[in-house]
C-alpha cells in the first residue's frame, strides 16, 4: 500500500527556517521522481518543487527559488524540503506527490503558517 506521510509544519516568524518530511512506504522511492506542492487559502494547489531519481536534477518554483532545497535519502525512502527566509506568502498546507502507475499519490498535508 503506497503512503506518504508529511510532517515538520508549524507555526513560525518570517525569516525563519523549516524543515519539512515526507516519509514514502509501499514502494521504493528511488525510482520515482517526487513533488512538493502547496496549497493556500482559497488557492489552488501549487507546484513547489521536485527532485528525480538521480537527485542531481531538481525544480523549484520562481517563488521559492534561492530559499528552499529539496533533497531525498532513498537508504530512508525520505524526501526533504529545507525552507529558509520564510514569507507570510509560504503559509499553506504542504504536501508531497508521487506518481505510480498513472497514479497520483498525496500525503495528508502539513500545515506551514508564517506569521508574526
Known amino acids: 500500500q503506497v503512503q506518504l506521510v508529511e510532517s515538520g509544519g508549524v507555526l513560525v516568524q518570517p525569516g525563519g527556517s523549516l524543515r519539512l518530511s515526507c516519509a514514502a512506504s509501499?514502494?521504493?522511492?528511488?525510482?520515482?521522481?517526487i513533488g512538493w506542492f502547496r496549497q493556500a487559502p482559497g488557492k489552488e494547489r501549487e507546484g513547489v518543487s521536485c527532485?528525480?531519481?538521480?537527485?542531481?536534477?531538481?525544480y523549484y518554483a520562481d517563488s521559492v527559488k534561492g530559499r528552499f532545497t529539496i533533497s531525498r535519502d532513498n537508504a530512508k525512502n525520505t524526501v526533504t524540503l529545507q525552507m529558509n527566509s520564510l514569507k507570510p506568502e509560504d503559509t499553506a498546507v504542504y504536501y508531497c506527490n508521487v506518481v505510480l502507475g498513472g497514479l497520483d499519490y498525496w500525503g495528508q498535508g502539513t500545515q506551514v503558517t508564517v506569521s508574526s
Open positions: 509501499g514502494f521504493t522511492l528511488d525510482y520515482y521522481v
Open positions: 527532485i528525480s531519481r538521480s537527485t542531481f536534477n531538481t
